[in-house]
């Protein structure tokens, strides 16, 4: 298996414009969770699924923050509209029940 | 609720110096730990972890690290650090009694000097 895959890597925006982040998690694994790392406050758990349903999204900043998982292999995280105190690395991870946390690359976000 | 502190932000160590990053945790539960390495523009990958058992873990790569539940910590030790060793570490805890998600520390930053 190929790992966590998220794209795109980097994304330099505007503010005010749409972000999607996308997400495909290992085959197989019933977890997903989507976390935020910035240098102030580490890393966060924004939201995650278990079996393509969002478990707990009390980690969400803002409205303007959303994500989906239409299927076991896809999800996304979406912005909008985006503000520069966006700015941080998203990573994306799945797990299968107790095994380890496997994490994606991440997305460095720049929002101008 | 679970929550992680890692007490030093930053570790300098010169090379082939023993290292030791310091983790205290708390719950009201009982709990898995966990210990994260994240190499620069890489995601995180799990470098040991305490379910139950010997207190004491290994990893491949010759750190270990103890569970102590009195004193609620689970610090991560090597003996004799390389160049290679330098990155992020991330300590995280987990609620035994369910599937919940791993609440992370800040992170320590080990730089080893040459």
């Known amino acids: 298996d190929a790992g966590v895959i998220q794209s795109p890597r980097h994304e330099v925006t505007e503010m005010g414009q749409e972000v999607t982040l996308r997400c495909k998690p290992i085959?197989?694994?019933?977890?997903l969770f989507w976390y935020r790392q910035t240098m102030m406050r580490g890393l966060e758990l924004l939201i995650y699924?278990?079996?393509?349903?969002?478990?707990?999204d009390s980690g969400m900043p803002e409205d303007r923050f959303s994500a989906k998982m239409p299927n076991a292999s896809f999800s996304t995280l979406k912005i909008q509209p985006s503000e520069p105190r966006d700015s941080a690395v998203y990573f994306c991870?799945?797990?299968?029940?107790?095994?380890?946390?496997?994490f994606g690359s991440g997305t460095q976000l720049s929002v101008l | 609720a679970q929550s992680v502190t890692q007490l030093d932000s930053q570790v300098p160590v010169f090379e082939e110096a023993p290292v030791e990053l310091r983790c205290n945790y708390s719950?009201?539960?009982?709990?898995?730990l966990f210990w994260y390495v994240q190499y620069p523009n890489q995601g995180l990958q799990l470098l040991l972890k305490?379910?139950?058992?010997?207190?004491l873990v290994e990893s491949i790569n010759g750190f270990e690290a103890e569970f102590n539940k009195s004193q609620t910590s689970f610090h991560l030790r090597k003996p004799s650090v390389h160049i290679s060793d330098t990155a992020e570490y991330f300590c995280?805890?987990?609620?035994?009694?369910?599937?919940?998600?791993?609440?992370f520390g800040k992170g320590t930053r080990l730089s080893v000097i040459a």
């Open positions: 699924f278990n079996n393509n349903v969002p478990i707990d």
């Open positions: 719950s009201s539960v009982s709990v898995y």
């Open positions: 085959s197989g694994h019933d977890y």
């Open positions: 995280a805890v987990s609620e035994v009694s369910g599937n919940t998600p791993l609440v």
């Open positions: 305490y379910l139950s058992g010997s207190t």
């Open positions: 991870a799945s797990r299968q029940g107790w095994e380890k946390l496997f």
